[in-house]
């Protein structure tokens, strides 16, 4: 049998974690729910209580083949990583990664263009338990070594960065944090381990709000924290003392949506930079953050490190105000107004992301806009936003 690491991504997602022993010879691992297992005597219920397999069947929170086939194929899309442990949302991820890493007194460096949900953690619970967040420029690359101090515990990325889409130099920053011995975690909700193997590329630990491109159909919260051999263990401890998991349902959609993810991403990916290419000859667009594009702080970057683009990129308006933002986004037929984004259906967002900063301050010539577009036909999107590019104009001239 050939290992993981001789396949193609695309060939992984389509096989990963579709153990016979799990499915039975079904294509798709079926929905085994559970609380209750049942044992065949003392001696066995003993048994099962002392040994730590975490494939065999113990009790519901432990997981079932559903949840372990998901996991696993998790996994098997980042080479080098030991294990993945899954989460019912992707802030979930994100707070059980720092908990299993930070302990009182420690010290947490923060990219400035995290997400909003990431930085409140930093900023209330972890201050709470006694551990500090500095925040740093998510263009700050090898320079972080200057803002590492006796407690720096950990480095958290986020790469583009959300609502601005800063692309970070990654190999830099945890090639500084391994001669160190600071933990590195990445929040890799945008590119995938299909654009970004961020395990391959050195981070500790990686995450995914899966509700994004995993699920892909916008009807599932969940999340993924993978990481080395060394950050496995304390992960599992630390999630499973605080109960954490995902139901078998969920994790069963999650899988579904997997096994078109390539697919899924490469559409994605390429409608969007066409659309980013078209709104940046826009006279009424001033800036389009599209990592793929020059105009994007990190351009080179990406270019040098990722795989291929996603589907979520920003623009800037030329001047405006909210009353001018809002009659471009409001009468567009084919977006959808709403959070969250990685499903098949495109959608618009205004953004403030000058809301969310503490270190840096990004400047821009009018209000933002955040699309991210779906798998409807490129030319209607376009189409779509001209009028609604017009609808700006006239409100912003009027
Ligand atoms: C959506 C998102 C999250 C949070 O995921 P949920 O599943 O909504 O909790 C985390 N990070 C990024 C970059 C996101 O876009």
Known sequence: MSSPADKQPATRVVQAGRRKEWTGGIVNPPVWRASTILYDSVADLRAAGSRDDPHRLFYGRRGTPTQWSLAEALTELEPGAAGTYLYSSGVTAITAAL????????????????YDPT???????????????????????????DLIGERTRAIFLESPGSLTFEVQDVPAIVAVARARGIVTLLDNTWATPLLFPAIARGVDMTILAATKYVVGHSDVMLGSVTTTPERWAPLVETSRALGLMVSPDDAWLGARGLRTMALRLRQHG???LAIAR????QPEVATVLHP???ACPGHDLFVRDFEGPAGLFAFALQGGGEAARAALIDGLDHFGIGY?????ESLALPIDPQRFRSVTRPQFAGPLVRLQI????TADLIDDLAHGLARFRAARDG
């Open 119 to 145: 930085r409140n953690f930093a900023n209330g619970f972890l201050q709470r338990m006694g551990i500090t967040t500095r925040f740093y420029d998510p263009l700050i690359g090898g320079g972080i070594a």
């Open 340 to 344: 969250s984004w990685g499903g098949y």
């Open 374 to 377: 779906g798998l409807e036909d």
């Open 278 to 281: 078209w709104l940046g000859e």
């Open 270 to 272: 390429e409608s969007a």
């Open 292 to 294: 793929a594009l020059p």
């Open 99 to 114: 908990l299993s890493v930070l302990s009182p007194g420690d010290e947490l460096l923060l990219v400035d263009s995290a």
